[in-house]
């Protein structure tokens, strides 16, 4: 922590320091009791506040998350100025001290703190947290902000303490000792921002009983969170690393992301005049850290100790809690009492990262490092010595010559590959009826491996805002003919080229019952690809007129390079956040055999032909492609889904895969499992053209 202006300052410096307040109170939260229903404006359900430390995880005390029965809470947060406030149902994920039974306000042992894992995925905004251990120098002002009953109300608020000394110690009991302003029940859980550095420093812990003040924790005793007793497979094996790694890609998405309607944290903090150490600006620090964060992190803290020991001479200036993540690492090089050649520092640091053991590879691991190579070149560029730069490509040539560890091989435990051709499996057909488009006739088949396709039922006239309501009983039959042992059946629904985005998959057959894609793989196919309207794309530039349909197809080439080399996922609509139209049919077909679609804002209707871009990808002769539906604010974040979609589709190998691998993102959402909550309203396009579809002209005949 740094001496500086408190905040209020006039001019800029102030203008600064209020958008700096509307960036931390949007992401401040309050806490309620689990079940709290209607109640959660009444003061008998409030435990206290809390704060978005990343996307679906909140930081707060855990004498506040744990006064809830069984970690169980309900979080209460806006979803943007003048938007309101929502309720969302949260689990303790992990508290600090452990085992601690029984909350007893004002008596929690230090650091009391606890992390609080949404069940469900939610847009909202997030803090930023420093990545160095704040430093209590002297007398120094905090900003904080939280929730308490004022006159009957639950009310938000926010004010300035003054720091006035620690109490504990280097110890994991040491706390921040404030002065300068009445801490009122409730605001237990909410941040305290540093306002020179324009980042959230602690967690306020407790009131004074006597006079102004209280206490707060540092952020960077989450540091001392239990290290998985296993070897990390996955980032999100690791509490610690999942949230940081997400926090950290949050704030460089939300950089890059043009949409925005209100300053980021990196831009306030340009404004505040803050530096990450002597080297870097907050627009360098965000994309630095945000590549760190695509890399798997490190495999254990001795092997970053030793990288920050060659580096720094020594572990004189390694803070405590010591260093677990990359991010750790940077913050740790702030603290380097070097005066000169900060900047190499930082870079020498980046390229120890890019040579480091992983303790895992994914298959998006090479990527983030030429996307972190590429960072250290540019920033060298014009900063650094020619003789400095050319180490630094001395350095990268050494590292891709040294053996290359790829990522595991598919599990076929965890994600079976969905095999649709030796399997029974149920199909629903359904026609929209051209004289009433609010209606469709449908047909429930179960599809043998044979080749036999045996109708269960079918019907006319169906309100297309009713189903699946008289479809209920025919699936069930269907499923009750299909479904093997520990194997539910593949449901295949052909659609007409205008209901491809109907949301089958979310389908529900009574209360508490899973969706149809939770329980089950449940696949898309196109009905009438024969019959596809060209009015999107009729004419090339210069007037040159469509070729023919069996000209341009390729589609069985493309079916054959996915499922025999593998494939490749390629987000259509959208870059790095900014909304773009989808390419015409004609420029689609150029693209790579082992190109699978991706939409990432089905649904947003930016622009007019959004509405036919799912023809767009038919027409384009490709049999397998991945959208989500949209239902998302204009400026939410979406780079977990592209990072989400680049992996699936590259962990699958062969793209037989993908029915499976959808399917257990599905249930794994229904589950509350936070590392699939980017797929949330996934839907998957598999046509098979060696399968074709039973004819659907007959389904208007008599039975």
């Known amino acids: 922590m740094t001496d500086g202006h408190a905040p209020g300052a006039s001019g800029g410096l102030g203008n600064a320091h209020r958008a700096l307040r509307d960036l931390v109170m949007a992401a401040t939260v309050r806490i309620h009791r689990a079940g709290a229903g209607y109640e959660l404006d009444e003061p008998g359900t409030f435990l206290g506040s809390g704060f978005f430390i990343a996307p679906n995880w909140v930081l707060t005390c855990a004498h506040v998350a744990l006064s809830g029965e069984g970690g169980?809470?309900?979080?209460?947060?806006?979803?943007?100025?003048g938007r309101g406030t929502s309720a969302v149902a949260g689990e303790t994920a992990a508290a600090l001290p452990e085992h601690v039974q029984r909350a007893v306000r004002g008596s929690w042992p230090a650091p009391d703190l606890a992390l609080v894992r949404l069940r469900e995925p939610v847009d909202h905004d997030c803090v930023y947290v420093t990545e160095r251990p704040a430093a209590y120098y002297g007398e120094a002002i905090v900003f904080y902000s939280g929730w308490s009953e004022v006159g009957g109300e639950l009310r938000r608020l926010n004010g300035t303490c003054t720091v006035q000394g620690?109490?504990?110690?280097?110890s994991p009991d040491e706390q921040i000792r404030l002065g300068g302003d009445v801490l009122p029940p409730g605001v237990s859980g909410g941040p305290v921002v540093d306002p020179v550095s324009g980042a959230v420093v602690g967690v306020l812990k407790s009131q004074a009983d006597r006079g102004l003040g209280g206490t707060s924790t540092g952020v960077e005793q989450l540091r001392s969170l239990p290290v998985p007793p296993d070897k990390a497979r996955a980032e999100?094996?690791?509490?610690?690393?999942?949230?940081?790694?997400?926090?950290?890609?949050?704030?460089?998405?939300?950089?890059?992301?043009?949409d925005n309607d209100r300053g980021t944290w990196a831009d306030v903090q340009n404004q505040l005049g803050a530096r990450a150490g002597r080297a870097l600006d907050p627009d360098e620090r965000t994309q630095l850290l945000g590549r760190l964060a695509d890399l798997p992190p490190p495999v254990s803290t001795p092997a970053l100790l030793d990288i920050l020991e060659s580096l720094l001479g020594g572990r004189a200036a390694i803070p405590h809690p010591a260093p677990r993540a990359w991010r750790d690492g940077l913050g740790a090089l702030y603290e380097s009492p070097r005066q000169d050649g900060a900047l190499e520092l930082v870079l020498d640091y980046a390229m120890r990262v890019l040579s480091a053991e992983r303790p895992f590879v994914t298959p998006g691991t090479h990527s983030a490092e030429r996307a972190l190579w590429a960072w250290v070149r540019q920033t060298s560029e014009g900063r650094a010595g020619p003789d400095y730069r050319r180490r630094l490509g001395r350095q990268r040539i050494e590292g891709l010559q040294a053996p290359r560890r790829e990522a595991s091989p598919p599990d076929?435990?965890?994600?079976?590959a969905t095999d649709l051709a030796p399997h029974t499996f149920a199909l629903l057909e359904l026609v929209q009826r051209g004289w009433e488009p609010d209606r469709c006739d449908w047909r429930v088949s179960v599809a043998r491996p044979t080749g036999e396709v045996v109708r269960v039922r079918d019907g006319e006239r169906a309100l297309l805002s009713g189903l699946p309501g008289p479809l209920g009983a025919p699936l069930a039959e269907a499923f009750r003919q299909c479904d093997e042992p520990g194997r539910p059946a593949v449901l295949q629904v052909a659609l007409p080229h205008p209901l491809l985005g109907l949301d089958v998959d979310t389908w529900q057959f009574g209360p508490g019952e899973p969706s149809l894609g939770a329980h089950r793989p449940v696949i898309v196919r196109c009905a009438d690809r024969e019959q596809l309207p060209d009015v999107d794309d009729p004419v090339v530039p210069g007037g040159e007129q469509l070729p023919a349909r069996e000209e341009y197809?390729?589609?069985?080439?493309?079916?054959?390079?996915?499922?025999?080399?593998?494939?490749?996922?390629?987000?259509?609509?959208?870059?790095?956040?900014?909304?773009?139209?989808?390419?015409?049919?004609?420029?689609?077909?150029?693209?790579?055999?082992?190109?699978?679609p991706v939409l990432c804002r089905y649904g947003d209707r930016r622009f007019k032909d959004d509405h036919v871009a799912l023809v767009r990808i038919v027409h384009g002769g490709f049999g397998v492609a991945l959208w989500r539906r949209w239902s998302g604010q204009t400026d939410a974040v979406c780079g977990e889904f592209h990072r989400g979609a680049d992996d699936t589709v590259a962990r699958a190998g062969s793209a037989e895969r993908l029915p499976g691998l959808v399917h257990e993102l599905r249930a794994g959402l229904r589950a509350g499992k936070l590392e699939t909550y980017w797929a949330d309203g996934i839907a998957l396009f598999y046509d098979d053209p060696r399968r074709p579809l039973p004819g659907t002209g007959d389904l208007l005949e008599a039975p």
């Open 72 to 81: 169980e809470v309900t979080v209460v947060y806006e979803t943007g100025p």
């Open 236 to 258: 999100h094996d690791d509490p610690y690393q999942a949230v940081f790694h997400a926090h950290d890609r949050y704030h460089r998405d939300r950089q890059r992301h043009p």
């Open 553 to 596: 197809d390729g589609r069985d080439a493309r079916w054959h390079t996915i499922h025999a080399h593998g494939a490749k996922a390629e987000v259509l609509d959208c870059e790095d956040g900014l909304r773009v139209p989808v390419p015409l049919a004609r420029s689609l077909r150029d693209l790579p055999p082992r190109t699978v």
């Open 166 to 170: 620690t109490l504990g110690g280097w």
């Open 412 to 416: 076929e435990e965890s994600a079976h």
